[in-house]
């Protein structure tokens, strides 16, 4: 295949969700766009399926949405009308050919699904010339019959984003082993894998080096039978396995113990941006910060003509009775918010001392902007290191309220 075709890539989305929870795979087609660009240029991206009926969450289904429109693809609802059937796979059927016969200088389809009605049409596509790529979850999963029917055919498992090295850590005491199987469940829940024994396992094993024969429980179903009968988790059999949940409260009182004695990745990464900003403490808390964009607010209301930003973070710094060793952490946060454009102002001879006038967006929408370039320089400075958006949003607000928005900036911004 030349590498100036023009292709069209086609997804039902019901089917790839669908491999992708029973597989326990990353719903992005970021690796499948990356694989197709090999070939030629991705001119057409459609989707179709019935989003709102998808056994998903409201905002991982949101997520689903966001991560089309980062990949540019053009997704149009197919409502269920029934429980048997849904009409997904006809409309992409009709909507493949008609652009086969009105683009004929699209010589190349790639379809994204698992599902063997589509065979006719790539026995349609085939006999007038264009060339089909297949795409489906797993080698154990798809069909021999279902790939021959592709000229060209690649696995979602296998064209998914490199993971990150995993730092593995010591486990000095039970309640380590605790902390893990948490942050396990939190990682996996993150990337919309379920937290099956069968995976928990492994990835715990790939963090540190955990025997369950060397405590008191002796296996991993104790374990879990352990931590149930103290209300940290929940269990759900399926099949001859079983899915934890952590019990809501739990996470709280585990939060606000990490609080106070930060562990594995949430030290981790509470020591990287006082790296990146270069700061002798820890970052000002969420209140905290809110604090700073009103006292800001208020001392540039006072001042029509602006203010230094040094002298600004230095007036902020004592109105809020901070100490002087916190004013490095104040200017970096309103310099940072000035360059992400969250401040009107005028440059000055000094590039690291604009005049700044006012602020141009919401206390809420700064906040935001912060986060978002912290978590673009995670990815740009740290980009083998394991990211797990539950835990960046506790470095940042105390609990997971940011983890959607965290994830969708590190994947997509």
């Known amino acids: 295949m030349e590498q100036n075709e023009r292709i069209a890539l086609f997804i039902d989305l019901d089917n790839f969700v669908g491999f992708c929870l029973d597989d326990g795979l990353a719903m992005d087609i970021k690796g499948e766009i990356k694989k197709l660009e090999e070939h030629g240029r991705v001119s057409i991206r459609r989707s179709f399926g019935d989003i709102v009926k998808l056994p998903m969450a409201a905002d991982k289904k949101q997520e689903l949405r966001q991560m089309l429109q980062a990949n540019l ?17 006809i409309r992409l059927a009709i909507e493949a050919l008609s652009i086969a016969y009105t683009y004929p200088d699209i010589n190349c389809f790639a379809v994204i699904a698992n599902d063997r009605d589509f065979m006719p049409l790539f026995a349609k596509l085939k006999e007038i010339g264009k060339t089909v790529i297949g795409i489906g979850s797993t080698s154990d999963s798809v069909g021999e019959l279902y790939r021959s029917a592709c000229d060209i055919f690649y696995y979602h498992d296998e064209l998914g984003s490199h993971k990150p090295r995993i730092k593995r850590r010591t486990l000095n005491s039970e309640q380590d082993v605790v902390d893990l199987l948490l942050e396990t469940v939190e990682y996996l829940e993150s990337e919309d894998r ?4 069968a995976t928990l396992v492994p990835e715990m094993k790939a963090r540190a080096d955990l025997d369950f ?4 429980y002796g296996s991993f179903r104790g374990f ?15 099949g001859g396995d079983v899915i934890v949940s952590i019990v809501p409260g739990a996470v709280v009182e585990r939060a606000e113990s990490q609080e106070q004695r930060p562990t594995g990745l949430l030290q981790e990464y509470m020591d990287f941006v006082k790296s990146v900003f270069k700061l002798k403490a820890d970052l000002p808390s969420h209140d905290q910060r809110l604090q700073i964009y009103h006292k800001a607010d208020e001392i540039l209301a006072e001042n029509p003509e602006g203010v230094p930003l ?43 001392n604009p005049q700044i006038l006012h602020s141009i967006v919401s206390h809420e929408d700064m906040e935001k902007n912060l986060i978002k370039r912290l978590i673009i320089l995670f ?35």
Not at 194 to 197: D, I, Y
Request: glycine share 6%; charged share 25%; hydrophobic share 25%.
């Open 379 to 413: 990815r740009k400075h740290q980009p083998e290191s394991e990211f797990n958006a539950h835990k960046w949003s506790e470095v940042f607000v105390g609990n997971t309220s940011f983890s959607r928005l965290i994830k969708f900036v590190y994947n997509y911004e």
């Open 224 to 238: 879990c039978e352990m931590l149930e009968g103290k209300g940290i988790i929940s269990t759900e059999p399926q």
């Open 213 to 216: 024969k060397n405590y008191p």
């Open 310 to 352: 040094k002298e600004l973070s230095q007036q902020v710094t004592d109105e809020l009775g901070l100490s002087n060793g916190e004013q490095t952490a104040v200017y970096k946060i309103i310099y940072t918010l000035y360059r992400s454009q969250s401040y009107l102002a005028e440059r000055t001879e000094d590039s690291y």
């Open 73 to 89: 693809v053009q997704h149009e609802d197919i409502p269920h009308y029934n429980n048997y059937k849904n009409t997904a796979d």
């Open 194 to 197: 379920k937290p099956l024994g």
